[in-house]
């Protein structure tokens, strides 16, 4: 089983960036998914979830209007769209899939919001 995310990097104040999760050695259809964050010496932060069919969406509150989720079934990939970023919003992100009781973490990708 893996999560292998992409698409991090360094990005200016108010620029954007799109993360990309790919999952293998699991059904990726059956699974819930979400982007979590980190900055250290904090809790991993949820930033945003997607059902499984991909109908139904949810973000915190420091990301809505700004973020968007969301997935491809048939690629395995679940994505991440990040606009109008904030340096608080520099953070490792991580992809997290979950059903029936499993949970798989990705390694995470960094992201750098900075002048």
């Known amino acids: 089983v893996q999560l292998v995310e992409s698409g991090g990097g360094l990005v200016q104040p108010g620029g954007s960036l799109t993360l990309s999760c790919v999952a293998s050695?699991?059904?990726?259809?059956?699974?819930?998914m979400r982007w979590y964050r980190q900055v250290p010496g904090k809790e991993r932060e949820l930033v945003a979830t997607?059902?499984?069919?991909?109908?139904?969406?949810n973000y915190a509150d420091s990301v809505k209007g700004r973020f968007t989720i969301s997935r491809d079934n048939a690629r395995n990939t679940v994505y991440l769209q990040m606009n109008s970023l904030k340096p608080d919003d520099t953070a490792v992100y991580y992809c997290?899939?979950?059903?029936?009781?499993?949970?798989?973490w990705g390694r995470g990708t960094q992201v750098t919001v900075s002048s």
């Open positions: 997290y899939a979950q059903a029936w009781g499993n949970v798989y």
């Open positions: 050695g699991f059904t990726f259809s059956d699974y819930h």
């Open positions: 997607i059902a499984s069919t991909g109908s139904g969406t």
